[in-house]
């Protein structure tokens, strides 16, 4: 459950990405909010986001509250990423150590 916890918030960060990045490819093939709009790429990567916890926390074992901690942890630098990363966009000049800041 902890790997595939992980995979999911993976998923539900790249549906975003993608949609706030204006991507509309991704390994090849339309992206979601390509094909289904902008609302449903965002409602399937919350509904991916959820389903990670779900499946951490339903095993209700001190370790899975510490896995969900810990995913809660990395989401919350993934997400502080994307947002400087998205604060980055129209900039000229990105220094080395603010993207190394920015990856965290």
Avoid at 19 to 48: C, F, N, S, Y
Wanted: with cysteine; proline share 2%; net charge negative.
């Amino acid at each position: 459950p902890g790997a595939v916890a992980v995979e999911l918030v993976h998923n539900f960060s790249l549906l975003h990405d993608d949609l706030m990045d204006g991507d509309e490819q991704r390994r090849h093939r339309d992206t979601v909010w390509k094909v289904h709009g902008p609302a449903q790429a965002i409602l399937v990567g919350d509904a991916l986001f959820a389903l990670a916890y779900d499946l951490l926390l339903e095993l209700g074992t001190v370790e899975a509250g510490r896995a969900a901690r810990r995913l809660t942890t990395a989401t919350r630098k993934l997400i502080d990423g994307q947002a400087q990363d998205i604060s980055y966009e129209h900039r000229e000049r990105v220094t080395v150590e603010e993207c190394l800041e920015m990856e965290g």
